[in-house]
C-alpha cells in the first residue's frame, strides 16, 4: 500500500512514516524541510523500507498539488494520504497575534483542505481511497490556553466528518484519529517533566497502519 504523509520530517509525522514503512507500506512523505526530509528517507531506506520524499509549503495550493503529484508518480500511485502536517500552539486568546493565528489556521486547517483536494481526484479516479485526518483530543475537549489549537482541530474534525458524505460514493474512506498528549519536542512545555506516559509518535504510526489495513 502506497501512502503520503503530511509533516513528515519530524515529530508525530516521522514517527508515523517510520512506522509505516518498517510495516511494509511504501511512504511519500512531504514536509517543508528537505534536509530533514532527507534524514528520514535515509532511516527508513537503512532500515529496510520504501520512501520517497518532496518538499513543499501546504499552505500553498499550487505547490502542494504539484508535490502530491510527484510524489503519486515516484511511488507508481497513491491508495491513501495521512494529513498529520500541523502547528501546535498554546497561547490565550489574550495572547495570541495575529500573525500566529494565520499560520496556525492556514497549517492546520487550510494547509489540510490543499492535500487532500490534491489526492481526492486518484481516488474518484481508481475508486479507492482512504484519508486519514490527524486531529487531536483539543478537537473534542479544548484545555485553557489552546483556543487557537482547539480552534483548528474542532476544524479538522468537522471537515473530516462532512468530507466522508461527499466522497463516499467514489469508494473513498476517511478516518479522524484523535491523539492525547505526545511525547515531541513541540508538545513539550516542560523539557524537564516526566512524559514517559504519553503517547509515542510511533503509536500514532500503529494506529494508522490498523486503520488502513
Given at each position: 500500500m502506497k501512502v503520503?504523509?503530511?509533516g513528515a520530517s519530524k515529530g508525530i509525522g516521522k514517527g508515523i512514516a517510520s512506522y509505516l514503512a518498517m510495516d511494509?507500506?511504501?511512504v511519500g512523505g512531504l514536509a517543508r524541510s528537505a534536509d530533514l526530509l532527507a534524514d528520514l528517507r535515509a532511516s527508513i531506506t537503512e532500515g529496510g523500507g520504501r520512501c520517497h520524499v518532496a518538499a513543499c509549503d501546504i499552505r500553498d495550493p499550487d505547490d502542494?498539488?504539484?508535490?502530491i503529484h510527484a510524489l503519486a508518480d515516484a511511488m507508481a500511485g497513491v491508495d491513501a494520504l495521512v494529513n498529520n502536517a500541523g502547528i501546535v500552539l498554546r497561547r490565550s486568546v489574550w495572547d495570541i497575534r495575529p500573525e500566529e493565528w494565520r499560520a496556525l489556521i492556514e497549517t492546520n486547517v487550510?494547509?489540510?483542505?490543499?492535500?487532500?483536494?490534491?489526492v481526492l481526484p486518484r481516488f474518484r479516479d481508481q475508486q479507492s481511497g482512504h484519508v486519514i485526518n490527524i486531529s487531536s483530543i483539543s478537537g473534542k475537549v479544548p484545555l485553557p490556553g489552546g483556543s487557537a489549537y482547539a480552534a483548528s482541530k474542532f476544524a479538522v474534525t468537522?471537515?473530516?466528518h462532512s468530507l466522508l458524505q461527499e466522497v463516499r460514493e467514489y469508494g473513498i474512506k476517511v478516518t479522524t484519529i484523535f491523539p492525547g498528549s505526545v511525547d515531541t519536542a513541540s508538545h513539550r512545555h516542560d523539557p524537564t517533566a516526566d512524559a514517559s506516559w504519553k503517547v509515542t509518535p510511533e503509536e500514532i504510526g500503529?494506529?494508522?497502519?490498523?486503520v488502513l489495513r
Amino acid at each position: 500500500m502506497k501512502v503520503i504523509v503530511t509533516g513528515a520530517s519530524k515529530g508525530i509525522g516521522k514517527g508515523i512514516a517510520s512506522y509505516l514503512a518498517m510495516d511494509g507500506f511504501t511512504v511519500g512523505g512531504l514536509a517543508r524541510s528537505a534536509d530533514l526530509l532527507a534524514d528520514l528517507r535515509a532511516s527508513i531506506t537503512e532500515g529496510g523500507g520504501r520512501c520517497h520524499v518532496a518538499a513543499c509549503d501546504i499552505r500553498d495550493p499550487d505547490d502542494t498539488e504539484r508535490s502530491i503529484h510527484a510524489l503519486a508518480d515516484a511511488m507508481a500511485g497513491v491508495d491513501a494520504l495521512v494529513n498529520n502536517a500541523g502547528i501546535v500552539l498554546r497561547r490565550s486568546v489574550w495572547d495570541i497575534r495575529p500573525e500566529e493565528w494565520r499560520a496556525l489556521i492556514e497549517t492546520n486547517v487550510t494547509g489540510l483542505f490543499h492535500a487532500t483536494r490534491a489526492v481526492l481526484p486518484r481516488f474518484r479516479d481508481q475508486q479507492s481511497g482512504h484519508v486519514i485526518n490527524i486531529s487531536s483530543i483539543s478537537g473534542k475537549v479544548p484545555l485553557p490556553g489552546g483556543s487557537a489549537y482547539a480552534a483548528s482541530k474542532f476544524a479538522v474534525t468537522g471537515f473530516s466528518h462532512s468530507l466522508l458524505q461527499e466522497v463516499r460514493e467514489y469508494g473513498i474512506k476517511v478516518t479522524t484519529i484523535f491523539p492525547g498528549s505526545v511525547d515531541t519536542a513541540s508538545h513539550r512545555h516542560d523539557p524537564t517533566a516526566d512524559a514517559s506516559w504519553k503517547v509515542t509518535p510511533e503509536e500514532i504510526g500503529r494506529a494508522c497502519a490498523f486503520v488502513l489495513r
